[in-house]
């Protein structure tokens, strides 16, 4: 079930949680997990792809919050709100927590099987890449409930929303 969902906003499914596209959110971790593979313009290319996601996501959080607040008086603090939320949220629970985390397992898998087994350098970037792969579905979730902890405690309480 999609965030928006969760909230009560919609009953159709979200473009950017409930469908194929919220996989854009993770290009940046498939380039963290290649980067010992290919240029480091791909790398942050992969970044590019990850960026637009959130804010595209963040917009159309925004234009459901126009659409449904129409004549509020506070309309314009609400679509802030959503914009803020989405953005923040999707930026550290999609882009800048976990790329920092398949960053720093694959650099610590590279150094250990170069240090402790002492394997080939072309097998290590390719076992390297495996391992950073196979950690992505393994990190997403307790990335997101992190998140949603951490904004729920803290700037959510500021504008009085909690997930």
């Given amino acids: 079930m999609g965030h928006q969902q969760q909230q009560g906003i919609s009953t159709q499914p979200d473009l950017y949680r409930d469908t194929w596209v919220r996989y854009l959110g993770y290009a940046n971790e ?3 997990s290649f980067r010992a593979l290919v240029p480091k ?3 942050w290319a992969s970044y590019g792809v990850a960026t637009a996601y959130v804010t595209a996501d963040a917009a159309d959080k925004g234009k ?3 659409k449904l607040h129409t004549e509020s ?3 314009t603090a609400q679509i802030t709100v959503a914009i803020v939320d989405t953005f923040v949220w999707q930026a550290l629970a999609s882009v800048a927590i976990p790329g920092f985390t398949i960053n720093r397992i694959c650099a610590a898998s590279l150094f250990l ?3 402790v087994t002492r394997w080939p350098l072309p097998a290590r970037k390719w076992a390297t890449t495996a391992i950073g792969l196979s950690a992505i ?3 997403i979730t307790p990335i997101d409930r992190s998140v949603d902890w951490m904004l729920d ?3 959510r309480k500021l504008y009085g929303k909690s997930h």
Avoid: Y
Wanted: hydrophobic share 50%; aromatic share 0%; net charge positive.
């Fill in 30 to 32: 498939v380039g963290e």
């Fill in 41 to 43: 313009a791909v790398v």
């Fill in 64 to 66: 459901k919050a126009a």
């Fill in 73 to 75: 008086q506070d309309r």
């Fill in 113 to 115: 099987m170069g240090r």
């Fill in 137 to 139: 579905p393994i990190i």
């Fill in 153 to 155: 405690s803290s700037l």
